[in-house]
């Protein structure tokens, strides 16, 4: 996080704009429409910054910027094109800790103006941090598109419940949870219709039939996916907005762990190798435990939770204790990483079958079905192989598969780390050794590997070509 999103208070507050041309004409409406009362310095005003000041909705001093000018001011904008006195803006606003924005220069400022999307009360702020303003305005731009004009109405309507809402609910929890069942249902869709009165109606009996108890708690398996956030169902989306608490495994991406709810509280239960944080078997009693305590426990898990995930595990505890619980699949690494790789798991020229399996090492050794998996016209895709990679090639080879066959290692597939060695059985371990690969990776061994150098749309392979 570059900045930190502030909404600053300036009803009635005195604000400089230093310039008097169009783009300073820009600001000083902003700057009204927040409730400020505007003091530009300019030797000259733009036409319709004269008629602001005839109308006194704005004060002038027709001179140039000095220093002096700052005094008892909360904010202030530089907005000329002379870039020495922006400058001297700049500087002089910092000396006394007042916050300044020096338009189109980041780096002279304190604080940069986002493209607004105003649904009064309800504002939504949308900033690049001044790396590319024309990108944060096409997204005001869909966001403009998607968010009705009746929110403003909503949210107003909202805030004349507050204190009722308040005093009826004495549990913070239980008010949020009262609002986002309103704000969700009945409530907000009668208002988007434009039936205020019939909304404020239904709002106020919903009130009255809700009681103060402790809601009772829930638990949320939920697929994570492979690592792009872009990923994730819209019913994952809404799950981590809602959860009170979030249980999160290793090969969670740090990007999908920050769209979960802001004040969620956080508990990381990650497996790796020699080193569990905490036992499978603790994991359930925790979610056993949270979901009694009355909290909406989201267990979120990499990849899909039923698919070496342990999540049939989980929720047979959750079951066996009478805990209510959803389950959302997430895209498993399998489909995610070859889709991203190129590497389509089945082809009618070249596989009929796909099979997937962990790679685990115990002792050296893997305890799998090798000749089941050393067919032909079959994808093996191998979970958790990084380690065993060097036994897993010798076995496959030994029980029948060529050593020409072809086969892939990906290393967070589907993210901008993405990283990806390919060549063969015989040759794959030395090419990943040298790579210096690190997981989550996932093999993909079979002859669509070859069709990678076809298909391959996201990244270019690291090396073994």
């Given at each position: 996080?570059?900045?930190?999103?502030?909404?600053?208070?300036?009803?009635?507050?005195?604000?400089?704009?230093?310039g008097g041309g169009?783009?300073?004409?820009?600001?000083?409406?902003?700057?009204?429409?927040?409730?400020?009362?505007?003091?530009?310095?300019?030797?000259?005003?733009?036409?319709?910054?004269?008629?602001?000041?005839?109308?006194?909705?704005?004060?002038?001093?027709?001179?140039?910027?000095?220093?002096?000018?700052?005094?008892?001011?909360?904010?202030?904008?530089?907005?000329?094109?002379?870039?020495?006195?922006?400058?001297?803006?700049?500087?002089?606003?910092?000396?006394?800790?007042?916050?300044?924005?020096?338009?189109?220069?980041?780096?002279?400022?304190?604080?940069?103006?986002?493209?607004?999307?105003?649904?009064?009360?309800?504002?939504?702020?949308?900033?690049?941090?001044?790396?590319?303003?024309?990108?944060a305005r096409l997204?005001?731009?869909?966001?403009?598109?998607?968010?009705?004009?009746?929110?403003?109405?909503?949210?107003?309507?909202?805030?004349?419940?507050?204190?009722?809402?308040?005093?009826?609910?004495?549990?913070?929890?239980?008010?949020?949870?009262?609002?986002?069942?309103?704000?969700?249902?009945?409530?907000?869709?009668?208002?988007?219709?434009?039936?205020?009165?019939?909304?404020?109606?239904?709002?106020?009996?919903?009130?009255?039939?809700?009681?103060?108890?402790?809601?009772?708690?829930?638990?949320?398996?939920?697929?994570?996916?492979?690592?792009?956030?872009?990923?994730?169902?819209?019913?994952?989306?809404?799950?981590?907005?809602?959860?009170?608490?979030?249980v999160y495994d290793?090969?969670?991406?740090?990007?999908?762990?920050?769209?979960?709810?802001?004040?969620?509280?956080?508990?990381?239960?990650?497996?790796?190798?020699?080193?569990?944080?905490?036992?499978?078997?603790?994991?359930?009693?925790?979610?056993?435990?949270?979901?009694?305590?009355?909290?909406?426990?989201?267990?979120?898990?990499?990849?899909?939770?039923?698919?070496?995930?342990?999540?049939?595990?989980?929720?047979?505890?959750?079951?066996?204790?009478?805990?209510?619980?959803?389950?959302?699949?997430?895209?498993?690494?399998?489909?995610?990483?070859?889709?991203?790789?190129?590497?389509?798991?089945?082809?009618?020229?070249?596989?009929?079958?796909?099979?997937?399996?962990?790679?685990?090492?115990?002792?050296?050794?893997?305890?799998?079905?090798?000749?089941?998996?050393?067919?032909?016209?079959?994808?093996?895709?191998?979970?958790?192989?990084?380690?065993?990679?060097?036994?897993?090639?010798?076995?496959?080879?030994?029980?029948?598969?060529?050593?020409?066959?072809?086969?892939?290692?990906?290393?967070?597939?589907?993210?901008?780390?993405?990283?990806?060695?390919?060549?063969?059985?015989?040759?794959?371990?030395?090419?990943?050794?040298?790579?210096?690969?690190?997981?989550?990776?996932?093999?993909?061994?079979?002859?669509?590997?070859?069709?990678?150098?076809?298909?391959?749309?996201?990244?270019?392979?690291?090396?073994?070509?």
């Open positions: 996080m570059d900045y930190l999103p502030v909404f600053l208070d300036i009803s009635n507050k005195h604000c400089l704009v230093v169009s783009v300073a004409l820009r600001k000083v409406s902003l700057l009204l429409q927040a409730g400020a009362q505007v003091h530009v310095v300019s030797p000259s005003l733009d036409t319709d910054l004269i008629e602001f000041v005839r109308q006194q909705k704005i004060t002038h001093d027709a001179q140039d910027f000095k220093p002096e000018h700052l005094k008892n001011h909360a904010l202030v904008i530089a907005a000329t094109n002379n870039m020495a006195v922006n400058r001297l803006v700049s500087e002089s606003a910092s000396a006394q800790n007042i916050p300044v924005n020096v338009v189109d220069h980041p780096e002279l400022c304190t604080f940069i103006m986002p493209s607004i999307v105003d649904r009064s009360p309800l504002m939504i702020a949308v900033s690049s941090g001044g790396k590319s303003p024309v990108l997204i005001r731009a869909q966001l403009e598109t998607t968010i009705p004009h009746a929110y403003s109405r909503l949210a107003s309507l909202a805030a004349q419940f507050r204190e009722r809402v308040k005093q009826h609910f004495i549990q913070v929890k239980r008010r949020r949870l009262f609002w986002e069942k309103a704000l969700q249902g009945k409530f907000a869709e009668l208002v988007l219709a434009g039936k205020d009165q019939a909304a404020q109606d239904h709002l106020q009996q919903l009130l009255a039939s809700e009681q103060d108890d402790e809601p009772g708690g829930e638990v949320y398996l939920v697929g994570a996916g492979p690592g792009n956030p872009d990923l994730l169902t819209f019913r994952a989306m809404r799950l981590m907005q809602q959860a009170d608490v979030v290793r090969l969670v991406s740090p990007a999908i762990l920050e769209m979960v709810r802001r004040d969620a509280t956080r508990i990381y239960a990650g497996k790796e190798r020699n080193k569990h944080t905490l036992a499978q078997e603790s994991i359930n009693a925790l979610l056993v435990r949270l979901a009694k305590e009355g909290k909406r426990v989201l267990r979120l898990k990499g990849g899909d939770p039923f698919i070496f995930g342990r999540g049939g595990e989980e929720i047979e505890t959750l079951s066996s204790h009478q805990i209510p619980f959803q389950v959302v699949p997430g895209i498993t690494a399998a489909s995610g990483v070859a889709a991203y790789a190129g590497i389509p798991l089945t082809h009618r020229d070249y596989a009929q079958s796909c099979i997937f399996v962990t790679g685990h090492l115990k002792n050296n050794t893997i305890d799998l079905d090798w000749p089941t998996l050393a067919q032909p016209n079959q994808t093996i895709v191998i979970y958790m192989g990084l380690l065993g990679l060097p036994v897993l090639c010798e076995q496959l080879i030994a029980h029948g598969l060529p050593e020409s066959m072809p086969a892939a290692i990906v290393q967070q597939g589907t993210t901008q780390t993405q990283k990806m060695v390919t060549d063969t059985l015989k040759t794959l371990p030395g090419l990943a050794a040298n790579a210096h690969l690190t997981a989550p990776t996932l093999i993909i061994v079979g002859e669509v590997v070859k069709l990678h150098r076809k298909l391959a749309w996201f990244a270019p392979t690291e090396s073994g070509d």
